[in-house]
T-cell receptor, first 114, second 114 residues
Framework: DSGVTQTPKHLITATGQRVTLRCSPR?????VYWYQQSLDQGLQFLIQ???????AKGNILERFSAQQFPDLHSELNLSSLELGDSALYFC?????????????FGPGTRLLVL | AQSVTQPDIHITVSEGASLELRCNYS??????LFWYVQSPGQGLQLLLK??????LVQGIKGFEAEFKRSQSSFNLRKPSVHWSDAAEYFC????????????FGQGTELSVKP
């Protein structure tokens, strides 16, 4: 158990809908990362938040957005869903010790868009 | 461009045999290197990491990896594989200078024969 929690574990929805994925980082970790794992693209970095502020963006679609709240939990919002958005979405949190940063991953949320 | 290559998509070894999973990277900045393991339906578990110093690093579950800068490689090894090691293994590279995001290889699926 990494200490990173994600809810829900599974999500089934229809095209055009909107969903919210939630992540709680490990105690004391200020950074949260979101990744998408799909069969064709592999594991891809989406976005990073640090202590409530967006720090880095990767291959995140405009239909997707995220935020990190004062209690440091994060939410990833996916809207106007398409079949191709079906994937496993991971959240990771990290501790940065003197510039050496290790990310610990949650169990993921499996999204199926029908 | 930054990239991580795991040349072997699928490897099968006999239980008790030795294992080496290959990882090559292309990265402009000084890299940090990681190996993660993903069991079916599970999240990513950190096996080991390299930031600096001794180029041979020890991880959990009896795994080790060696950083070879001249070959841009970070191969994962285990002297004797157990049936429970069957899983997918991901090599990842990151850098403090690149905002901490990880770039992952495509993964190597390990099967273990009894």
């Amino acid at each position: 158990d990494s200490g990173v929690t994600q809810t829900p574990k599974h999500l089934i929805t229809a095209t055009g809908q909107r969903v919210t994925l939630r992540c709680s980082p490990r105690s004391g970790d200020l950074s949260v990362y979101w990744y998408q794992q799909s069969l064709d693209q592999g594991l891809q970095f989406l976005i990073q938040y640090y202590n409530g502020e967006e720090r880095a963006k990767g291959n995140i679609l405009e239909r997707f957005s995220a935020q990190q709240f004062p209690d440091l939990h994060s939410e990833l919002n996916l809207s106007s869903l398409e079949l191709g958005d079906s994937a496993l979405y991971f959240c990771a949190s990290s501790v940065n010790t003197g510039g050496e940063e290790t990310q610990y991953f949650g169990p993921g949320t499996r999204l199926l868009v029908l | 461009a930054q990239s991580v290559t795991q040349p072997d998509i699928h490897i099968t070894v006999s239980e008790g045999a030795s294992l080496e999973l290959r990882c090559n990277y292309s990265y402009g900045a000084t890299p940090y290197l990681f190996w993660y393991v993903q069991s079916p339906g599970q999240g990513l578990q950190l096996l080991l990491k390299y930031f600096s110093g001794d180029t041979l690093v020890q991880g959990i579950k009896g795994f080790e990896a060696e950083f070879k800068r001249s070959q841009s490689s970070f191969n994962l090894r285990k002297p004797s594989v157990h049936w429970s090691d069957a899983a997918e293994y991901f090599c990842a590279v990151g850098s403090y200078n690149q905002g901490g995001k990880l770039i992952f290889g495509q993964g190597t699926e390990l099967s273990v024969k009894p």
